[in-house]
T-cell receptor
Framework: AQTVTQSQPEMSVQEAETVTLSCTYDTSENNYYLFWYKQPPSRQMILVIR??????QNATENRFSVNFQKAAKSFSLKISDSQLGDTAMYFC???????????????FGGGTRLMVKP | EAQVTQNPRYLITVTGKKLTVTCSQN?????MSWYRQDPGLGLRQIYY???????DKGDVPEGYKVSRKEKRNFPLILESPSPNQTSLYFC??????????FGPGTRLTVL
């Protein structure tokens, strides 16, 4: 079974600064996907970024980027130029390749609560 | 607008009183899932469905039932709710191998 660990329950950052959220996972699979989801106070789950394990290039979406280290099973999220609207709970999630994942199931970490301070 | 809807958004009930949380999606996705979110545990899959009339258990299915009679709808049924089912519930839909689209969540309290 896969496990996802987020070792930082809470973090804070000053507006306009950069912050990195950590995520490690454990799997014996070689093909899989990794995601970061954002959950603001509205509770809506919003996809931030997606990474395919077979791609060596790190995914980037505007101010959000990841550092994907496959051998180390690490998948950190970097938020640059932090904004007040980035205040949210962030979840790291793992999904096996579709051929090995009948239920299209996501396995989530416990989350990191990020506070952006003005 | 592409979306997943859930109803109700908030529900307070008592132990043993049957309830249903509805979920509907308008994206023609074949996959639908139910997750529960608990502090420190993230989201955990309860049940999933690969298509109409095809459902199976996720990681935490005990105490829950689902049905998939139409592609767009995937209700979650608690036949005899208990306090340990107090949680935040999310419905999600997806195409296989792709990211899941989540509904707005249902906050359930069982007294």
């Amino acid at each position: 079974a896969q496990t996802v660990t987020q070792s930082q329950p809470e973090m804070s950052v000053q507006e306009a600064e950069t912050v990195t959220l950590s995520c490690t996972y454990d799997t014996s699979e070689n093909n899989y996907y990794l995601f970061w989801y954002k959950q603001p106070p509205s509770r809506q789950m919003i996809l931030v970024i997606r990474q395919e394990a077979y791609k060596q290039q790190n995914a980037t979406e505007n101010r959000f980027s990841v550092n994907f280290q496959k051998a180390a099973k690490s998948f950190s999220l970097k938020i640059s130029d932090s904004q007040l609207g980035d205040t949210a709970m962030y979840f790291c999630a793992f999904m096996k390749h579709e051929f090995l994942n009948a239920g299209n199931m996501l396995t989530f970490g416990g989350g990191t609560r990020l506070m952006v301070k003005p | 607008e592409a979306q997943v809807t859930q109803n109700p958004r908030y529900l307070i009930t008592v132990t043993g009183k049957k309830l249903t949380v509805t979920c509907s999606q308008n994206m023609n996705h074949e996959y639908m899932s139910w997750y529960r979110q608990d502090p420190g545990l993230g989201l955990r899959q309860i049940y999933y469905s690969m298509n109409v009339e095809v459902t199976d258990k996720g990681d935490v299915p005990e105490g829950y039932k689902v049905s998939r009679k139409e592609k767009r709808n995937f209700p979650l049924i608690l036949e005899s709710p208990s306090p340990n089912q107090t949680s935040l519930y999310f419905c999600a839909s997806s195409v296989r191998g792709n990211e899941q689209f989540f509904g707005p969540g249902t906050r359930l309290t069982v007294l």
